[in-house]
C-alpha cells in the first residue's frame, strides 16, 4: 500500500488551476486525455477491444466526449456476466492480477479491482476539501467485509497520516465512547449510520459540541446527505464532505463545499450523463443515467453505466470550477436498487428467495425513516406457516447471499400481489 506521504507530497497532489480552467481550455484538454485513455484501453484490456471490435469502432474514432456516443454502455448487469464469463474481471483489467493492491467483492457479485491510483485519487479529495489533516483522529464506521468502504477509506487516511480508529459498523454506544474517549475529529461512515451515533450520544446524555472534538463528517453513498446536510452543519457545528461514487469507478464527483451538486472529478474520469433507452448525451437538467470513463492505467472501464439516475449543470459554480455538476441522484435504472449504500440485484434477491419454494412472490419495498433506510420484504405464503421461524430463515439467507438485513418480513396470502408485480418498490425518491 502507499506509504505515509509528507505535507510536500500532498500539497502537490491537487493543482486547482485544472479544476478552474476556462471551460474551453478545459474542454480540449479532457478531451486530448480521453483520447489517449481510449487507445491505451484497447491496447491493454481485451474486453474494451472487443467492445470497440464489435462496435464497428477504431480508437481514433474517439476523439471528443460526444464522440462515446458510438460506443454502447456496458451495465452493471452485463459486468456480473462478463466477470462470470471470463474471471475474475471480465477482460478489462489492464495489468497483472498481483499489480493490485485490494480486490474487493461486491454485491452481484462483482469484483472491484483497486490500486494505488484509487486511493490517491481519494486523498487528492481530501486535499481538495481541506480536510482531514495530519495528525486527526478519524473514526472510520463503515463496512470492512469485502467491500472497499471501509478499508479504502482506511488505506486513504493512513496515506494522508491520520490515526485511524477502525470501528466498522453496529455497537452505537462503544462508537460513542470511542469517540469521546479517543478525542476523534472525524467520522467516515454513511450519514445515516452518522446521525445515528450523534444522537445515541445525546441519549447518553452528551452535548456533541460541548463534549466531543468533532469536527468533520462525511456524505456519500446515500441520498440522506441531501436530507441532513443542514443538521450536521446548523445543529452540530460540523463541516460535512460529500462526493458520488461506487464501488466500480472509485471517486467520479465530489461536492466543493457549497451543496450545489458535485463536480465531475476530471482527474479521474469523464462523466456522461445519457438517455438510459438510446445511450445519447441529454442536455443539462434533463434526467439520464451517469455514465463513466475511467482515466485509468489499471482497470480502464469505458462507458460504464453506473445504474443511477440523475441530471447535470454545466453552468460555472460559484466556487469557481468549471466541470459541470451532477445536480442529485434521482432513482435507479436497471434490475437492481442501492439501499443502505449496498447495490442489491434482482437476480440475487431471487436467488435468495429460491431456497423457499412455499413463497412464489417475494417483493422488496424501500422507505426512508427516521434519516434511515428501512427493508421490508413482503412474501406470499400459506396462512398456516410458521412466520417467526420462516422470517428468521429467510432474514439469515438475504444476509448470506447479499450482506443485507430485511427490517421486516411482511406476510401476505397467496394471490395478492398481480402478476404483473415488481420485485423491488422504490419509495424514497418521491
Known sequence: MIRRLSQEELTSLYDESKEKMPPLEREKWLNQRLADQVKFAYERAPAVKKKFDDAGVSPSEIRTVKDLEKLPVTTKDQLVRLQSADPPFGGFLAVPLTDLSRIYASPGPIYDAWGDERVLAAVRGFVRGGWPKRGDVCLVANMYHMVPAGLFITDSLDAMGCTVVPAGVGQTELQVKLIKDLQVSAIFSFPSFVMTILKKAEEMGYDVKKDFNLKYVTGGGERHIQVLRKVFEEEYGLKVGDGYGTADLGTVAYDCGLGQGYHYDDMECVVEIVDPETGKQVAPLELGEVVVTLLSNVYPLVRFGSGDLASYTDEVCECGRTSPRITKILGMVGEHIRVKGMFVHQRELDEAMSKFPQIPKYQM????????????????????VDKAALSKEIKARCQEVFKLSMDKIE????????????????????
Open 411 to 430: 406476510f401476505m396470502a397467496k394471490g395478492t400481489l398481480p402478476d404483473d408485480y415488481k420485485k423491488f418498490v422504490d419509495t424514497r425518491w418521491g
Open 365 to 384: 419495498i424501500l422507505r426512508l425513516e427516521d434519516h434511515r433506510d428501512r427493508i421490508t420484504l413482503n412474501v406470499e405464503a400459506e396462512a398456516d
